[in-house]
């Protein structure tokens, strides 16, 4: 891992600590590959599933689809927030980084970066493969945005919460319990939104849920970040 | 053990007296409603209990934010009673507006946008104590507490918003768009009457709850504390 070295401007010293952080996990991964593996073979596992629990005709399966890659990327997603957190907590990363001088939010904003990366890349897989399965066309730009833009919000809060839940006695459990019932407005908003760019709707119809997807996300990373620190202090 | 204060007992007995005559307004005062017949007054306890529920929901919130504010403990019992008893309260403004449904909208359940942010919010409410349960460390409890609840106290107005719009362009197939509480009939006086009497009593009703709850938090805080020394 190559050194940085540390600047004495405020912002600067922020951002490589995001980034340090960040690179840390994705280097971290990129040796083991644990995370994405797992992340996606429960997905191909959900799509399998799903394919057996709805019977998908030609005609059902072009409205079911946004909701089915979204309930998949909502599952897969959980899967990696707790294993991201929970390394971090068992191998005492998390005491090393609270001990670091940097700013607590620093921290948040890497693991947010690094978890929406695995999320990502695992979404990035898991089309191409629905698309050959299913042959449906997903490879529409906006619906890429809107993936983009749901993973994000989900990210976002799931990461502040994944850090509460694994501080629980019952860690694995106890985030997609959290963490469900706060992230619907992603989940209804990237589903109206992803469903509308398949079918073809009007932009003005679809932007609607664009936008409460951009303000979801906006104000949970804000709220996030600025209740992080509560969250991993001693 | 401090004693229940005499306000605190008055406060009870006008609540059992209140909500009696609230029960009498509105089972025997108000008119039967054209429409839909005796099962309308199902309706002046639904909309009081969830009002009374909103009221909690917000409560809570506020206690959350000035926990984390000031970190003083008993912040956090305000926030726990306020959760509690609003669970409670929505739960009843649920079981009775699906009883009300059921004949009316001939279906125990829609998925309507208040029905469903109401089933969120006991959710959101559940998930709250399971988080309580389970940690351990009483400062590390409040604060996560205080967090969650931030979290959803924002999260629940913006489903709301969300979902109105979803449900409005989408038809509902069973049963109509309006609810009662939208003026969907008119209230003739008598039933104004019933109607906010309900509110003014499940009102206070709600100030006794929370104030009961949060006497129980302080004590339940006292005991633990006692079983510290008492382990040391």
Same mark, same amino acid.
Do not use: E, F, L, Y
């Given at each position: 891992m190559a050194e940085r070295a540390v600047t004495t401007k405020k912002s600067g010293n922020f951002i490589q600590a995001v980034l340090a952080i960040a690179w840390k996990d994705l280097a971290a991964e990129l040796r083991s590959r644990e995370l994405i593996s797992a992340m996606l073979v429960f997905a191909m596992l959900v799509i399998l599933i799903f394919n057996f629990a709805l019977k998908l005709d030609a005609r059902t399966r072009m409205t079911a689809t946004s909701g089915i890659l979204w309930v998949t990327f909502t599952f897969a997603g959980t899967l990696g927030l707790n294993r991201s957190m929970a390394v971090e907590k068992d191998r005492g990363c998390l005491d090393g980084l609270l001990l670091a001088?940097?700013? +607590?939010a620093s921290i948040y904003f890497g693991k947010l970066l690094s978890n929406l990366a695995f999320m990502v890349i695992m979404e990035v897989i898991v089309l191409p493969l629905y698309s050959l399965l299913y042959n449906i066309n997903l490879f529409i730009p906006g619906l890429l945005l809107v993936i983009l833009l749901g993973s994000l919000g989900y990210i976002g809060i799931g990461t502040l919460l994944a850090a509460m839940a694994?501080?629980? +006695?019952t860690r694995d459990v106890m985030l997609p319990i959290l963490l469900f019932p706060v992230v619907i407005p992603v989940v209804v908003a990237a589903v109206e939104a992803s469903s509308g760019l398949l079918q073809g709707l009007e932009w003005s119809e679809i932007s609607y849920w664009i936008n409460i997807l951009l303000a979801y996300d906006v104000i949970f990373i804000a709220i996030a970040f600025m209740v992080f620190d509560y969250v991993v202090e001693e | 053990m401090t004693k229940k204060p005499l306000l605190l007992l008055i406060l009870d007995i006008l609540c059992l007296v209140l909500v009696a005559v609230a029960a009498y307004l509105a089972l025997v005062y108000a008119p039967m409603e054209?429409?839909?017949?005796?099962? $309308?007054?199902v309706f002046y306890f639904h909309v009081a209990n969830a009002w009374v529920g909103m009221l909690g929901f917000i409560a809570a919130g506020v206690a959350g934010i000035a926990y984390l504010r000031t970190h003083d403990v008993k912040w956090d019992i305000v926030e726990e009673a306020a959760v509690e008893i609003s669970l409670v309260f929505f739960l009843i403004a649920i079981v009775l507006g699906s009883i009300w449904a059921r004949p009316v909208w001939n279906t125990w359940w829609t998925w309507e946008p208040r029905l469903t942010t109401a089933a969120i919010t006991e959710m959101i409410y559940l998930a709250y104590f399971m988080l309580r349960g389970g940690i351990e460390d009483p400062g590390r409890r409040a604060r996560f507490s205080a967090v969650y609840t931030l979290v959803g106290s924002i999260s629940v107005p913006i489903t709301f918003m969300a979902i109105r719009f979803f449900r409005t %362009?989408?038809?509902?197939? %069973?049963?109509? $768009?309006?609810? !009662? !509480? $939208?003026?969907g009939f008119n209230m003739t006086p008598h039933m104004k009457v019933a109607f906010f009497f309900s509110l003014l009593a499940f009102t206070v009703v709600f100030i006794d709850l929370f104030w009961h709850r949060i006497r129980l938090g302080h004590l339940s805080n006292q005991v633990e504390d006692l079983k510290q020394k008492v382990m040391e």
């Open positions: 001088p940097v700013d +607590r694994v501080q629980t +006695r | 054209v429409t839909m017949g005796n099962v $309308q007054r %362009i989408h038809p509902v197939v %069973i049963g109509t $768009q309006s609810a !009662a !509480a $939208q003026g």
